[in-house]
C-alpha cells in the first residue's frame, strides 16, 4: 500500500470539491474502504473519519482543511484531496486544484447546484483541469435525478453527459461507455453511450468519418480522443454514486482507472520561468529521469510536530536523501523523510513520481507556493499565482495578558502559512492588530484555533470594514522641515502633485525634480514618506489607494540635509496635497450569491434593497429553492447568515466575493472622518 506507483502511467490524482454537505468527505471514506485502503469507513460522530482527523472539524462537523489520502485500485495508485466546501474555506480548497489533473466536483443529488458547485467548475475551468462530476446521494428521498442532469447541462453546458446511470430506483449504476445494452432509471442504456461516443469523436476527424461510415466505434478504441475531449473541456463526464449504500462505488473507481488522465495526459500546469513582465512559459514534463521541479499547495504547521510542507511532484523523481532548494534559495535541505499522507498518518516511502502528491516535516524554509528543485538553474520558476478572493471581514484581535503581543503575532504568522487567504496588517494609527478573512466563519474558526490549538487567550472588538480613501481631483502640496537641535540640524523641503488615478491601478511614485533641487540620494527617503501615509490613511485612517505623487521640486541643505527630514518633509507635504484633492473614502462591494427556498425571495430581495444593494438576477434551483445573485456593501451585511437564517427558517445560504470599491454615502464618510480625528487628538 504505502510503496510508489512504479510507473507515471499508473498514477491519477482528483480534487474533491464542491459545496458543503455535498459528501465529498464521506464520498472518500467510501472509496477507501471500497478499494481496501481501510478497514470499515469512519464516521464523522465519533471522530473515526481519515480525513476530517482535526478535532475542530469533529466538534463543527464538516471539513475546515484539505486533506489528503489514496489509494490502489487494479495496480493505479488514486491520490484524492478532500477539501471543504464553505466558501470561507476556499484557501484550502483552491489550492488543492494546483496539485491534480482532475476536478471531481461532487454534486448533492438532493440540493442540486448550489454557488460553490458554480464558483468550483470555474475555478477548475480556469486552471485547464478536466472536469469530472459526480453526483452524490443518489438514495436521497424524493430526488429527480432526469431533472438535476438537465439542470447541470443547462447551467454548464451540453457537454456533461453520464458516464454510467442509476438503475432500479438508485440502488445499482450502469456503465454507459463501453457497455451498449441494458436499461437504466432514465431509459435505455443505448442513447447515453451514443451521446457518448458522438461527443468524443467529435474531436478527431478520423473518428467522425469511421462513425458516420459504421454507425459506432468500439469505446475501448476512444482512449486518446477521449482524453482530448476532457482536456478541452469538450465533456464533462458525470458519474452517479451513494457513498452511503456503496451504489457506484466500483464503477467511479473503474472511470478514475481507465478513462481519467494520468501526470502525461492532463493539461501541464502554467509554469513561468522569470520575474515579472520578462517571466516565460515553461512546460514542466512527467518524467521520472529529469530533474526535479515540485510545487508546494499546501503548508501545516503543528505546534508540536513543527512545519511541513506537501507537494506535488510535476517532473523528476524525489527520493529519500535528495537535496532540494526552495525557490531561489540558495542552500538546499535534504529530504530526510519522504512522506505520503492518509488523512492524519504519515506513510513512508521511498521515492515519489511525476504525479504523486508527498511531505517534508521540520523544514522551517518552507512556504506555501514554492518551488522544489534539484538544479540551481532552476531558481527563478514559480506557477502562475492563483486568483484567491480578497479577505475583507476585519476582526480587532489584542492578547489578554499584557506583554504577550510578540507571541501573538508568532502565531498569526503560523496561521498565515497555512492559509493564503487570511491577512494581517498593523495599524500604527490605532495601534490595533487587524485580522482579516473571507467571512464570519473563517474568523471564528481562527480564533478557536488560537484557543485550543495555541492554548492562547484573545480579545476581540467589533469587524473593522477594509475601507479605503483616495483622491478625486489633483493638487499640489509643500512641506519644509526644519528642526535645529544644539548641533546639526534637520533640514528637507519638498513640493509634490497628487493625482487620481483609475479605481484599481494602486501607486505611482514619479521624480520629476530638475537640477537637484533635492539630491538623488534623498528621493527614496520622499518616497518612503509618502508610503507611510499609504499605509496609514490621512483623512479617516485607512490605506490611500490609486493615486499618483509626483515630485516637483525641494531645497536640501548641504549639512543639515538627512534622510529623515525629507521623510517627514514627503509625509507632510502629502498629506497636505491630498486634504486640497478632494479626498473621498471608499467602501468594499461584494458580489452576493443567496440560495434560498423560493418562499422567502421576497423577504431576501427586499432585505438586500434596504441595505444599499442591487439584485442583479434569480435562477430557479433545485427542490424549492431560488439563487440570488446581487451586489451590497460590505458593511451592510454584518451578522449577515443570522438575518438570512430568520428569514428561511435556517435553510438559506450566501457566498460572498470582493467585486470593486465605490465613495461611501456622504453622511458615512463624515462620520469615520470625525471618528479618527477624535483618535488622532486623544
Known sequence: M???????????????????ASGKTSLAEALLHHAGAIGAPGSLERGSMVSDFDPLERRMQHSLNSALMHLDHQGTRIHFIDTPGAPDFVGQSLPALEAVETA?????????????????????????LDRLIIVNKI??????????LAQLQETFGRECLPLNLPAEGGSRVVDCFFNREGQTDFGAVEDAHRALVEQVVEVDGDFVERYLNDGDVDASELHAPLEQALREGHLIPVCFVSARTGAGLAQLLDVIDKLLPHPGE??????????????QPLQAQPDPSLHVLAHVFKVTVDPYVGKMGIFRVHQGTVTRDSLLYIGDGRKPFKVNHLFMLQGKEHVEVSRALPGDLCAVAKIDELHFDAVLHDAAEDDHIHLQPLDFPVPVHGLAIEPKRHGDEQRLWEILTKLLDE???????????TNETIVYGLGELHLRVLLERLREVYKFEVQTRPPRIAYRETVTAAAEGHHRHKKQTGGAGQFGEVMLRVEPLPRGAGFEFVDQVK????????????????????????????????????????????????EIAFVTAGRKAFMAAIREARPIVLEPIVNVEILAPDTAMGDVTGDLSARRGQVNGTQNGAAGTMLVRGQVPLSEL???QSRLNAMTSGQGRYTLALSHYDPVPPNTQQQLVSQYKVREEE
Open 638 to 640: 454584518s451578522n449577515y
Open 2 to 20: 504505502s510503496s510508489p506507483s512504479s510507473s507515471v502511467a499508473a498514477i491519477r490524482t482528483l480534487a474533491l470539491v464542491g459545496a458543503a
Open 419 to 429: 492559509d493564503p487567504c487570511l491577512k494581517v496588517e498593523h495599524v500604527p494609527t
Open 266 to 279: 492532463g493539461n501541464p500546469p502554467a509554469f513561468l520561468k522569470g520575474e515579472r513582465e520578462e517571466a
Open 515 to 562: 537640477g537637484g533641487a533635492i539630491p538623488g540620494q534623498f528621493i527614496p527617503a520622499v518616497e518612503k514618506g509618502v508610503r507611510e501615509v499609504l499605509a496609514s490613511g490621512a483623512i479617516a485612517g485607512y490605506p490611500v489607494v490609486d493615486v499618483r505623487v509626483v515630485v516637483l521640486d525641494g531645497k536640501s541643505h548641504s549639512v543639515d540635509s538627512k
Open 104 to 128: 471531481a466536483v461532487v454534486v448533492n443529488a438532493a440540493t442540486g447546484i448550489e454557488p460553490m458547485t458554480v464558483r468550483m467548475m470555474e475555478y477548475a475551468a480556469q486552471r485547464r
Open 139 to 148: 438514495d436521497a428521498q424524493g430526488v429527480d435525478l432526469p431533472a438535476l
